[in-house]
């Protein structure tokens, strides 16, 4: 380490040049911004005015010496940090699940805003629930008695934890929902089926970056170019069998795949919508008996 102090001025002067090899100006200074806040357990928006007369302490300032060389080789900072903030309540997260994104913030708000309709503690049964962030607010912000299946035994592990500190009831299911032996495992007359399933082609690999290809589970993320719709095809199925009534399934897509996904689900029910994100992209599907 060749920091000239552990005064703030003198950490961010010199790992700012160093991030700066690998990042733009400002997403730099952004990652470092939170990087430090996080380990000097500082407010983010303070730390302008405060880098004259704060110090850190050795180990915090080796907290952050090692997540500037995790930034370096490209390892998101939501896995450095092992947290992250979904629809304002924190997740732990590590390697083993995906990092939530903003656009499944946006799926959670869609539900949340047209659950007038549904009962008053809804059956909610989530698929692929990763950290749990989608059960885990939709248990809470509809009071609903809510189910959610994952393969990977140590997303479940997360995701248990995850409920466990935002105060959550979510039963949490570890099978493989493509193996339809398993379903009998599964919850029946749901009101709400919500997924974010695998849905990234491994050809468009080609547009993405390493903190994502690198870092990732590959498993989370993308499906084999011959069979795209695999999951929403077998979710089609599940739901026809095994939704309410008055059911409704809320799915975030793959806007390159808007219409073929849209057709999997014509065929079995009369009410399907595609619904576009902030960034006008066809990113939901909504689809109702
Ligand atoms: C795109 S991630 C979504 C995670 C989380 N719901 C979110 O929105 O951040 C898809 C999840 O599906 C899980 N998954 C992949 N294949 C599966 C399968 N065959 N059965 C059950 N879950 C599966 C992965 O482990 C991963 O957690």
């Given at each position: 380490?060749?920091?000239?102090?552990?005064?703030?001025?003198?950490?961010?002067?010199?790992?700012?040049?160093?991030?700066?090899?690998?990042?733009?100006?400002?997403?730099?200074?952004?990652?470092?911004?939170?990087?430090?806040?996080?380990?000097?357990?500082?407010?983010?928006?303070?730390?302008?005015?405060?880098?004259?007369?704060?110090?850190?302490?050795?180990?915090?300032?080796?907290?952050?010496?090692?997540?500037?060389k995790d930034l370096l080789k490209h390892k998101p900072l939501e896995y450095i940090l092992e947290e992250v903030e979904f629809y304002e309540m924190k997740f732990k997260v590590n390697q083993n699940v995906l990092i939530p994104r903003p656009e499944t913030e946006e799926l959670v708000d869609l539900i949340w805003k047209n659950s007038s309709s549904s009962p008053a503690k809804p059956k909610l049964f989530d698929i692929g629930s990763g950290s749990g962030c989608i059960a885990i607010c939709l248990s809470k912000l509809l009071n609903a008695d809510t189910y959610?299946?994952?393969?990977?035994?140590?997303?479940?592990?997360?995701?248990?934890?995850n409920a466990t500190t935002n105060c959550a009831e979510v039963k949490f299911i570890e099978t493989d929902f493509l193996t339809v032996a398993n379903w009998k495992y599964l919850p029946k007359k749901i009101d709400i089926i919500v997924s974010n399933p695998p849905y990234v082609r491994k050809s468009e690999k080609l547009l993405m970056k390493p903190n994502v290809l690198d870092?990732?589970?590959?498993?989370?993320?993308?499906?084999?170019?011959?069979?795209?719709?695999?999951?929403?095809?077998?979710?089609?199925?599940?739901?026809?069998?095994?939704?309410?009534?008055?059911?409704k399934i809320y799915l975030e897509i793959n806007e390159f795949l808007a219409v073929e996904t849209a057709e999997v689900f014509k065929s079995l029910y009369p009410k399907v919508k595609l619904i576009n994100d902030l960034n006008g992209k066809k990113r939901f599907l909504l689809v109702e008996k």
């Open positions: 380490m060749k920091v000239a102090s552990n005064k703030l001025s003198d950490i961010y002067k010199y790992y700012l040049t160093n991030l700066l090899r690998v990042y733009s100006d400002n997403e730099g200074a952004i990652l470092l911004n939170r990087l430090i806040a996080f380990f000097a357990e500082i407010d983010s928006y303070k730390i302008p005015q405060m880098l004259d007369d704060v110090r850190v302490s050795e180990s915090q300032l080796l907290k952050i010496h090692f997540g500037v959610a299946v994952d393969c990977s035994k140590e997303a479940i592990k997360i995701a248990k934890q870092y990732e589970p590959e498993k989370a993320i993308f499906v084999d170019d011959e069979n795209p719709l695999i999951f929403y095809k077998a979710i089609a199925d599940f739901a026809f069998k095994n939704l309410s009534e008055k059911g």
